[in-house]
């Protein structure tokens, strides 16, 4: 097997350099929201509910933070909102089941 390879120029090490400090920070991120779950909850929830609930709505905070920048982004880039494809599916019943589309469903790895 041939592989063509050059060597790694100044671009490519920025490109590698900000890559890798862009993972380590979402990294970071992610650990302290991690840590300071169970005090995030217990700072801005009630007492009176679930341990479980205050940490679901913690999290839920954090990923709602995390669509407002994704939206803040996509918006700044110029682009739209996220685009949401619709889902199709298919019933497949003892009447249709031998139809050639369906068939593509159910056996996608035969010919």
Do not use: C
Request: aromatic share 14%.
């Amino acid at each position: 097997m041939s592989h063509n390879t050059r060597p790694l120029n100044r671009q490519d090490y920025k490109t590698l350099t900000l890559a890798a400090l862009g993972g380590a920070l979402e990294f970071y991120d992610f650990i302290i929201i991690v840590f300071f779950a169970a005090v995030v909850g217990a700072l801005f929830f009630p007492a009176d509910i679930p341990e479980w609930l205050r940490q679901v709505q913690t999290f839920g905070i954090f990923a709602a933070g995390y669509l407002a920048v994704g939206a803040a982004v996509r918006a700044a880039q110029g682009q739209g909102p996220f685009q949401i494809e619709p889902l199709e599916f298919v019933m497949v019943r003892q009447e249709n089941m031998y139809n050639p589309e369906n068939q593509k469903l159910l056996f996608p790895v035969t010919r």
